[in-house]
Every structure is written in structure tokens, then in C-alpha cells.
């Protein structure tokens, strides 16, 4: 075992659980976290949830769930090469999906829209809400009781929160909740949580040109038309003079994430040589984050994006699903927000004698923890019992 660096999240001075709990004997709070996630019901809701195309359409297309099993192997793997902690990056990468709803992004759209009036949605602060509240596994406590830095990683997957009090999704949920148990949103979090957020790009980056080829969105001159992929691609064939464009990819995408991951390690090291923090509330008070791309990868990362933005999320073929995936949840939750009576009967005694936002978020959380599959089966149900 490494000795971890001076700059690590250690386990043994973790800030502790909202509710006191007698730690276990064989596994540390962070590889506990992990166990708990991994245990949860939303998480294995994930493999039934979109990435970006329609998960039953093709057997090998990436699942929330698989995706978020390529993040942390990502993830841990960085942090191995850091002297980090392991299970903390991989219990914030494994569970950084958790709260999206059915169809992707599109699905978050539409609750996003249908909330409009009682908080908005936004899928990172679904995930603190699942793992605190909604996931019901223990006598004692809502959620999973998950330790103060996984909570925090969680939250700031995408930076410090700034402004939150403007912000209707996180003035509904969050102000309440930090107003007992203090996540400190206005710093970064730990390195294990950057890198965390660094392996997310990493993994559906590369992932979705896999999957954006399978799904025949573009052919490899079109890819190479980014110059670093071309440069990649011309490394590839110079050295196998034999290979078919479906395995063309597949190397491409494994050096590519290597080529990644690599600029990662060398620009983190550059910052942490220049800050040279001395634990891991440095990392956490410095204003900007440590782990962190070059800037020329940045500039290609950039570049990534848009031709995945253009020729893949953005493709007309993908538009039927798209919007099939936001009347589906538009149509389930005016249904339900009228009639209760279409709710299954926890839902509904959950919904009695309550206030119409105190309804509207009950139900948006209903349809948030929807599979793909689930959600189209309940919109039927509703549409069926509208008709009759």
C-alpha cells in the first residue's frame, strides 16, 4: 500500500456522518460510502437510464450505469498515481449520476420545464437529495448516511456553488440542507472530487465517439478532421496496416483516453508543485482548482465537444427521441400533478393534504428515479386511463 500524500482526503479525520454511526470494523468510511452506493436501488436503476442514445436500441450502447463504472475506474486509477484516496474518488464517480432522470439530458429538460414554478431541476442536487433523503435502506435515517466528504464531492461535482439563493433548484433543497449540515459550497472540494469531475470528461468523451460511430453519426474522416485525433488516427494505421474502421476506433479511443489522462497527471503535478499544499483544506481554499487539463488540451477538449455536440447529441436522427423522451415526462407530470389518484398508492398518501409545490416536487421525484423503460410504461398507463 502507498503512502498517501500530505494532500489526500485521510479517512481517519473524516468530518464524520449527519447521523452517528459506529464505524465498521474491516472497511474505512470512504470504501463504506462506496458499498452503500453500490448497494442503493438508484444506482442500479442506472443501467435502465440513457447515457446519450436510447438504451434498448442497441445491447452495446453505454448505460448510465456503465458509464459510471468507467468513470471510476478512471478515477481511481488517477488517484492511485496521486497518493490520493482511492475509494473517495471512486464512491464520488460512481454515484455523480445518480440523480438523472429517464432520456438523458432531455428528460432533464422537461423536468426542469415542468418544475419551473416549484424549484426548477437540476440532477446534481437529485443526487445529494437520493443519497440524504429518498433512498429508503435503513431503520434509522433516510438516504445512505454517506461521510461529510462524499456529500461535499457530490454537490461541488461541478465547482463551488456560487449565487445559490438565485438559483431555484438549489434554494429549495440545498439552503435547507446546509443550513444543518454545513457542505462549505462556496470552496472547491477535495482533489479526489476534481479528479472525480475530470474522469466524467474523460469517460463520455471518448465513450460517445465509440458509441457516435456504432450508431453510424459520423466516419473516422470526419473525426480526424480534429487534429488531434487525426494525429492519433495516423499513429494507428501507420502501425497496423490492416485494420477495420470498427477497430480503428476502438484504439483510438483507448489512447485517447490515455493521452488524456497523461496531460491530467502532468498539469495536476505542475499545480501541485507551485502550491505545494501541506493538506487538504489547501486544495479546498485555493481559488482555482488543482486538478486540472493543460491548456492546449483544453483547447482540443473544446474542439472534442463541439464535433460530438454537432455530429452526434445534436444529430436530426436523434431528434424523434428526444422529443418522445420530453413529452413522455411533460405529459406523466401534468397527469399526476391533476389527478393523484394515477399515482401508486405510497406516491399517493405521500401527496394527501399537501400543498401543490410540496406535490409537484413528490412527483418530480417520482419520475426522476423512472428508468427509460419504466417512464414509457407509465406514461402509457396514464394516457390508457385518460382514454377510457
Same mark, same amino acid.
Given at each position: 500500500m502507498y503512502k498517501k500524500a500530505k494532500y489526500a482526503t485521510d479517512f481517519n479525520n473524516s468530518r464524520g456522518r449527519f447521523y452517528s454511526e459506529s464505524e465498521s470494523e474491516h472497511r474505512n468510511p470512504f470504501h463504506r460510502d462506496k458499498?452503500?452506493?453500490?448497494?442503493?436501488?438508484?444506482?442500479?436503476?442506472?443501467?435502465?437510464?440513457?447515457?446519450?442514445?436510447?438504451?434498448?436500441?442497441?445491447?452495446?450502447?453505454?448505460?448510465? &450505469?456503465t458509464h459510471s463504472i468507467e468513470v471510476s475506474q478512471i478515477a481511481r486509477t488517477i488517484s492511485r498515481i496521486l497518493r490520493l484516496d482511492e475509494d473517495l474518488s471512486e464512491v464520488l464517480a460512481l454515484s455523480h449520476d445518480l440523480g438523472h432522470p429517464p432520456f438523458s439530458h432531455s428528460g432533464e429538460e422537461a423536468l426542469d420545464e415542468c418544475m419551473r414554478d416549484f424549484g426548477g431541476f437540476?440532477?446534481?442536487?437529485?443526487? &445529494?437529495?437520493?443519497?440524504?433523503r429518498l433512498e429508503k435502506r435503513y431503520p434509522d435515517f433516510g438516504g445512505l448516511n454517506l461521510s461529510w466528504e462524499t456529500l461535499e464531492?457530490?454537490?461541488?461535482?461541478?465547482?463551488?456553488?456560487?449565487?445559490?439563493?438565485?438559483?431555484?433548484?438549489?434554494?429549495?433543497?440545498?439552503?435547507d440542507f446546509i443550513s444543518n449540515y454545513d457542505l462549505e459550497i462556496s470552496t472547491f472540494a477535495s482533489l479526489e472530487a476534481q479528479i472525480s469531475s475530470l474522469s466524467d470528461d474523460i469517460a463520455y468523451n471518448n465513450h460517445d465517439i465509440d458509441d457516435g460511430f456504432r450508431a453510424k453519426k459520423f466516419k473516422i474522416k470526419d473525426i480526424c478532421e480534429i487534429e488531434l485525433i487525426d494525429t492519433i488516427y495516423q499513429d494507428i494505421i501507420e502501425?497496423?496496416? @490492416?485494420?477495420?474502421?470498427?477497430?480503428?476506433?476502438?484504439?483510438?479511443?483507448?489512447?485517447?483516453?490515455?493521452?488524456?489522462?497523461?496531460?491530467?497527471?502532468?498539469?495536476t503535478n505542475?499545480? &501541485?508543485?507551485?502550491?505545494?499544499?501541506?493538506?487538504?483544506?489547501?486544495?479546498?481554499?485555493?481559488?482555482?482548482?488543482?486538478?486540472?487539463?493543460?491548456?492546449?488540451?483544453?483547447?482540443?477538449?473544446?474542439?472534442?465537444?463541439?464535433?460530438?455536440h454537432e455530429r452526434v447529441y445534436s444529430h436530426s436522427s436523434m431528434d424523434s427521441d428526444r422529443n418522445n423522451g420530453r413529452k413522455i415526462i411533460?405529459? &406523466?407530470?401534468?397527469?399526476?400533478?391533476?389527478?393523484?389518484?394515477?399515482?401508486?398508492?405510497?406516491?399517493?398518501?405521500?401527496?394527501?393534504?399537501?400543498?401543490? @409545490?410540496?406535490?409537484?416536487?413528490?412527483?418530480?421525484?417520482?419520475?426522476?428515479?423512472?428508468?427509460?423503460?419504466?417512464?414509457?410504461?407509465?406514461?402509457?398507463?396514464?394516457?390508457?386511463?385518460?382514454?377510457?
Open positions: 458499498d452503500r452506493v453500490i448497494h442503493s436501488e438508484h444506482f442500479r436503476l442506472l443501467k435502465h437510464k440513457t447515457q446519450v442514445f436510447i438504451a434498448h436500441t442497441e445491447d452495446y450502447y453505454r448505460t448510465r &450505469l437540476d440532477h446534481n442536487v437529485q443526487t &445529494l437529495k437520493i443519497v440524504t464531492g457530490i454537490l461541488k461535482h461541478n465547482g463551488p456553488i456560487k449565487n445559490y439563493k438565485n438559483k431555484s433548484p438549489i434554494g429549495f433543497f440545498i439552503k502501425e497496423y496496416t @490492416s485494420l477495420d474502421d470498427f477497430m480503428i476506433i476502438q484504439e483510438l479511443v483507448r489512447r485517447l483516453i490515455g493521452f488524456m489522462v497523461n496531460d491530467l497527471l502532468v498539469q505542475k499545480n &501541485l508543485r507551485i502550491l505545494k499544499p501541506q493538506s487538504v483544506e489547501d486544495i479546498r481554499c485555493h481559488d482555482y482548482p488543482i486538478a486540472a487539463f493543460s491548456n492546449k488540451m483544453k483547447k482540443q477538449d473544446k474542439e472534442l465537444r463541439k464535433f460530438l411533460k405529459e &406523466l407530470f401534468d397527469k399526476l400533478l391533476i389527478n393523484n389518484d394515477l399515482l401508486p398508492l405510497k406516491i399517493k398518501r405521500d401527496c394527501d393534504d399537501q400543498n401543490l @409545490s410540496k406535490k409537484a416536487i413528490i412527483i418530480c421525484d417520482f419520475i426522476a428515479s423512472m428508468t427509460d423503460r419504466s417512464a414509457t410504461a407509465n406514461h402509457a398507463k396514464v394516457i390508457e386511463q385518460k382514454n377510457l
